[in-house]
């Protein structure tokens, strides 16, 4: 039936049927975003039909969209953020730098400057990912955060051999170190930055599953690390006066951001491989379908996950009596992919009807 009516504007409807599984969690998001869009307080969810008669489709479908605009927008700020903030890291580490003539102050400066390199490779990844699709990508641009990472990674993995490299030769050709307090001041300034902008991404990372984020937060707490070594390093030469400290601490930084360049490229890898959703995330999946077998007389098989940056997607097959209607097991079906939506807080599931006891493939079919 319509989810609207004839009755007057501001009154409430006496019987107003139960608004239907599909149009649910567009009603949900409706209520929620009413006050950002219309300017005044939502209606009680028991005159939310009135409220969707009087807004229409086309304003839920606004509601959503701007929803998704402002996400988008929220993370390029981020991103933008980010920049900021590796710029300025920069500028006080390479002051470090030139005023002690310290290597262990210069490796932390080239992975600063890596960090900025990463977050404007990142920033076009979101810009990029967030195109919708089109003929030559029917499934979005969603990847192209994954590409993001693996620029990171690699990025990460040159700086590390980099600074290696530094390090060596002043083993070889040592240099003294000059001034190191005021190097010492620039560089707790910079690792106090870091630290709060690196926390920051990675929450935004998780709350909005930006691989883009996630990966760009992890950099820069890798920097807030390795600062935090110089600085213990650099304190140790003040306080002791021994000079191969300086770039032993170069060395053991070099390597400790290969570690991390290897893990960000795996991940990277890993995404690109379509692997399957987190654990946790799978457990959702099946128990939404094992309460919906159970209370719908249908069987779920074949269940296979994975996601494409921030999108999740599943793919399964429902088997259902073979007497009911066509008409009946899409509905079915239409339920199961809003339940796995909401489940699983957003998700692009496709399901597959066949009739139960039919044995069920999956893979590539070759005729």
């Keep these: 039936p319509s989810i609207c009516s004839s009755q007057p504007k501001n009154s409430a409807p006496t019987t107003a049927p139960a608004i239907a599984m599909t149009q649910r969690p567009m009603v949900k998001t409706f209520l929620k975003h009413y006050p950002e869009i219309y300017g005044v307080s939502a209606p009680r969810y028991r005159f939310a039909r009135l409220s969707l008669c009087n807004a229409g489709v086309k304003g839920m479908k606004t509601v959503a969209n701007s929803v998704e605009n402002n996400e988008q927008k929220l993370l390029e700020r981020f991103m933008w953020l980010s920049i900021a903030a590796a710029v300025l890291t920069i500028v006080l580490k390479v002051t470090a730098a030139w005023v002690t003539g310290s290597v262990g102050f210069l490796s932390d400066a080239i992975e600063s400057g890596i960090n900025l390199i990463a977050a404007a490779v990142g920033l076009w990844a979101l810009k990029l990912s967030a195109k919708p699709a089109d003929a030559n990508h029917h499934f979005g641009h969603a990847r192209a955060e994954y590409f993001s990472a693996q620029v990171e990674g690699s990025l990460i993995l040159l700086a590390s051999v980099a600074i290696i490299y530094t390090a060596v030769d002043r083993l070889i050709n040592p240099v003294p170190v000059e001034q190191l307090g005021i190097g010492l001041a620039f560089s707790v300034a910079a690792m106090v930055l870091n630290g709060a902008v ?88 099946y128990a939404y379908l094992d309460e919906y077998a159970a209370a719908n007389g249908v069987e779920f098989t074949s269940v296979r996950t994975t996601a494409a940056g921030r999108e999740r997607m599943v793919n399964l097959v429902m088997q259902v009596p073979g007497d009911w209607t066509v008409a009946r097991a899409h509905d079915r079906a239409d339920e199961v992919e809003v339940g796995v939506a909401e489940a699983l807080g957003g998700a692009e599931t496709i399901v597959h009807v066949e009739p139960l006891g039919h044995p069920t493939r999956t893979g590539p079919m070759t005729v």
């Design 198 to 285: 690196g926390v920051l991404l990675i929450r935004a990372g998780k709350k909005y599953r930006s691989t883009t984020l996630d990966a760009d937060g992890h950099h820069v707490l890798t920097d807030v690390w390795t600062t935090v070594g110089v600085i213990v390093g650099m304190a140790l030469v003040w306080l002791t006066g021994w000079q191969p400290l300086d770039p032993i601490v170069a060395l053991i930084v070099g390597a400790n951001i290969m570690f991390t360049g290897y893990k960000l490229l795996k991940g990277a890898i890993q995404g690109l491989l379509a692997e399957s959703l987190p654990k946790e995330e799978n457990q959702i999946v």
